[in-house]
């Protein structure tokens, strides 16, 4: 078991930047990739980001690619994400997840992440 709380959500004005954190607590943290997710109000879950236990690779969706970076400490339990540049569609409740079935895989599937943090909403206003 693993138990992820998501922090750093709130309201931000289109163009600007966001730091999300993931803070883990349970089993090692590193023995985990790491992924964050969002859902928008009446749209399925969809994956944002992902990284491999070591920080060593990362996957981004194409919507996010140059604007949010995925990041880890390891030492300090905690996953991150930077968003710059955000915009109105941006606006989701963020979801951190993880899996250590294959930890140094990327995977973008929601269902192949058993846990799961309580998400933070992230508002984007025009």
């Known amino acids: 078991q693993v138990q992820l709380v998501e922090s750093g959500g709130g309201l931000v004005q289109a163009g600007g930047s966001q730091r999300l954190s993931c803070a883990a607590s349970?089993?090692?943290?590193?023995?985990?990739?790491m992924a964050w997710f969002r859902q928008a109000p009446g749209q399925e879950r969809e994956f944002v980001a992902v990284i491999t236990w070591s920080g060593g690779s990362t996957k981004y969706a194409d919507y996010v690619k140059g604007r949010f970076t995925i990041s880890r400490d390891n030492a300090k339990n905690t996953l991150y994400l930077q968003m710059n540049s955000l915009k109105p569609v941006d606006t989701a409740v963020y979801y951190c997840?993880?899996?250590?079935?294959?930890?140094?895989?990327?995977?973008?599937?929601?269902?192949?992440?058993?846990?799961w943090g309580q998400g933070t909403q992230v508002t984007v206003s025009s």
């Open positions: 349970g089993r090692p943290f590193s023995a985990f990739a």
């Open positions: 997840a993880a899996q250590n079935t294959y930890p140094a895989i990327l995977m973008a599937d929601p269902r192949k992440y058993p846990y």
